[in-house]
């Protein structure tokens, strides 16, 4: 009876053993599941930490001084179209833009008017007028080009008006909070495709007034076959998986 008894016993601590380890790997395969579904939700909220592009041809902002001068007094922008960051639109008015040896004609103005006017070009178009304007980001103006505008009504010359715009992103709170980086910062931005290009010192510009999107000039577009709507991905930060091959 005492051997029955042991025997018994013995069956049921194996048992209790088989059902510990049973839960233990139940508890792992559960943590597995969890852990690939939080993966999983995170590339569908941002797959590839992508961002989209925005390509920027020339184009003009104006103060409302230079409006008047160029378009009459009193006169007000039309809208054409709302662009991709809250409030901002391509109005229907273009100007000429003069430099040293050539002219741009039917140069966008975007609106609304700003403080200061101000030129954007890329360097292919800086070449073209026989102009020599700094790198800078937008609204920086200090030693920009000298530049002259025409309109229907008149013309004005800005000493400090043309610039080429650092390629820059812009994006909210929210979302540097989730590419780690800061207004100011510089990253590194990789492309796909087949003319695959990284661009470096991209400049964060964060606002709660902006939308996600990453500038560059028709120039730098180009160089990488990049149109708007296409998305690129930033890099040089910890946690980046590489592009899947094939994209």
Do not use: C
Not at 130 to 149: F, H, Q, Y
């Amino acid at each position: 009876m005492k051997r029955i008894a042991l025997t018994a016993q013995r069956q049921d601590e194996h048992m209790v053993a088989e059902r510990r380890e049973g839960a233990k790997m139940h508890a792992t395969e559960i943590n597995k599941i969890v852990e690939q579904v939080i993966r999983q939700l995170k590339q569908k909220a941002h797959p590839f930490r992508t961002i989209p592009i925005g390509v920027s041809a020339r184009h003009v902002h104006l103060s409302p001084d230079h409006v008047e001068k160029l378009f009459g007094k009193g006169y007000r922008l039309t809208r054409r179209k709302a662009l991709s960051q809250p409030g901002q639109y391509a109005a229907e008015e273009t100007v000429m833009v003069a430099g040293g040896k050539s002219v741009l004609e039917k140069v966008r103005i975007l609106g609304p008017p700003r403080g200061r006017t101000q030129v954007e070009v890329s360097l292919t178009d800086a070449v073209k007028l026989g102009s020599n304007p700094p790198l800078r980001e937008s609204g920086d103006l200090k030693g920009a080009a000298p530049v002259t505008l025409i309109g229907p009504k008149g013309s004005v010359h800005v000493e400090e008006g043309m610039i080429i715009a650092k390629r820059h992103i812009h994006m909210t709170p929210k979302d540097a909070l989730e590419f780690g980086v800061q207004n100011g910062e510089y990253v590194g931005v990789e492309t796909g495709g087949d003319r695959y290009v990284t661009f470096d010192r991209v400049l964060i510009r964060v606002s709660d007034q902006y939308r996600l999107e990453m500038h560059i000039d028709t120039d730098e577009a180009n160089a990488a076959m990049l149109k708007t709507g296409e998305t690129v991905r930033l890099v040089k930060k910890s946690g980046v998986e590489p592009w899947p091959i094939g994209s």
